[in-house]
């Protein structure tokens, strides 16, 4: 084969190769152009709601400081208006026992308040002050002994005319020789009495009781030592009229029995005495 007919066929070669490309060229611009076309606007289609989340979350961002600030606020006027509902509670309250207190009370509930109050005067601790004379039998004869003391003591009424009170007493006298008598008693005794006006504070009555005292009995005649002085003591029933005035003042006139006791050269007849006492 000569070369002339050679030549056209590299040319028909290199003709068809570029057609090839040519033709791939084209493929592939169309293959992007469809990738354009199908895939590309729904990507960026997407984007716009991530803008609206951010913008919704800047939102909220912003909007939490406020929420926060509403709720403090809210919290305070709570508080506020517990502590106004509470006073205005109390304040409420007060007036009520106000006016509970100023009402007018009928017959049965006048009665109630003043018997409450009048036991309650009646009741509590006391003091006293007792005078009286001891007649002491000694040398086979009568002698009589002033003596004077102090009482303490507690009364408890259970209503405005029956109680009870319990006490210690010790007193001293005085009698010839420069004698001198020492006595401690400890007794309970039962109390009634009635009322005497219609306020209730002036009452008479009567009491009744029981206890143990003891003597010493000192003087320069026969009894100045400690062995020879008289020392004697026991049980003893005690009674007498009450008069109380004023709620928190008592007056007693009392008579003490000793039932049997004698030792030799010494007994105590009976006590005879008056005391005032102030409850407190």
């Given amino acids: 084969m000569t070369n002339q007919n050679k030549i056209p066929c590299i040319n028909a070669t290199k003709n068809d190769s570029k057609n090839a490309m040519s033709i791939a060229g084209r493929l592939a611009f169309v293959l992007v152009l469809l990738f354009f076309v199908f895939f590309v606007p729904p990507l960026s289609a997407k984007k716009p709601p991530k803008e609206s989340t951010q913008t919704t979350q800047t939102t909220q961002d ?84 002033p003596t004077f003391g102090l009482s303490f003591g507690v009364n408890s009424f259970f209503t405005p005319y029956i109680g009870v009170r319990g006490y210690v007493s010790a007193d001293v006298g005085f009698g010839d020789y420069e004698g001198v008598l020492g006595m401690l008693s400890l007794g309970i005794e039962a109390l009634a009495e009635f009322s005497l006006n219609k306020r209730k504070s002036v009452f008479l009555g009567g009491f009744l009781g029981f206890g143990v005292d003891g003597y010493v009995y000192y003087d320069k005649r026969d009894f100045s030592s400690f062995s020879s002085m008289q020392k004697n003591g026991g049980f003893y029933m005690q009674g007498g009229i009450s008069f109380a005035f004023l709620r928190h003042n008592r007056l007693n006139i009392a008579a003490r029995l000793i039932p049997s006791r004698s030792v030799r050269d010494f007994s105590s007849a009976v006590l005879a005495f008056g005391q005032y006492s102030y409850t407190f």
Avoid: M
């Avoid at 018997?115 to 009568?142: D, R």
């Fill in 62 to 145: 912003s909007q939490t400081p406020k929420i926060t600030q509403e709720s403090a606020e809210n919290g305070a006027k709570s508080a506020t208006q517990t502590a106004e509902s509470s006073e205005q509670k109390s304040s409420e309250k007060k007036a009520d026992e106000k006016s509970i207190q100023s009402q007018p009370c009928n017959e049965l509930c006048e009665y109630i308040r003043q018997k409450t109050s009048t036991t309650k005067h009646k009741n509590g601790y006391f003091i006293g002050v007792n005078g009286g004379a001891n007649v002491l039998e000694i040398y086979n004869k009568l002698v009589w002994l």
